[in-house]
């Protein structure tokens, strides 16, 4: 879970600093990069981004964050006018794009999803109303849980991390899923 408790001016300026240095080096290099390839050019050290960001998944969740909030209201407002279904998945289809944004996210994915920052927490918390809403339609076999949607976003990631083509192959693998999980 995320600490909320308020920082110290000094302490927030290097989370800021922090979070700054991670965006432009997870977009330059990768999630893999070296952490202390980012403390270098946060300028501050090692400790200092531990301290706020105890692991990698910790960091890409708060450098996530904002984007996931984003991805979210988007999906909450697009579902309005879809079928429960179709709204599940468009979501799956989205997650799988803003799970590509950095290279090597993707297999971070599940993890960064149960860290707790308020975008994390959205885009789980949508995902799941998004499922619930299509079983409940009966659209959507009901032992299908929102772990199980966040393994296929994983890996439908994955498997087109490095595609140029990477949109309509992320639309053919999420309908070949899609048409394994409808309720008969």
Known sequence: MVDETPLRADAQLNKERILAAAEEVFMERGAG?????????????????????????????????????????TSRVR???????????????ELV??????????????????????????????????LHAAQEAGAIRPDISFNDIVCVATAISLATEQDSSSHAHIAHLVGVFMDGIVAR
């Open 97 to 130: 794009r803003y799970s590509n944004v950095y290279r090597g996210f993707a297999a971070s994915l599940g993890t960064v999803l149960q860290i707790g920052t308020p975008g994390c927490l959205a885009t789980s918390e949508e995902g799941a109303r998004l």
């Open 79 to 93: 579902a309005v006018g879809l079928e429960p279904a179709d709204a599940l998945r468009a979501y799956l289809e």
């Open 33 to 73: 990069v070296s952490l202390d390839e980012v403390a270098k050019r946060a300028g501050v050290g090692i400790g200092t981004l531990y301290r706020r960001f105890p692991s990698r998944e910790d960091l890409l969740a708060a450098t996530y964050s904002a984007r996931f909030s984003a991805f979210a209201e």
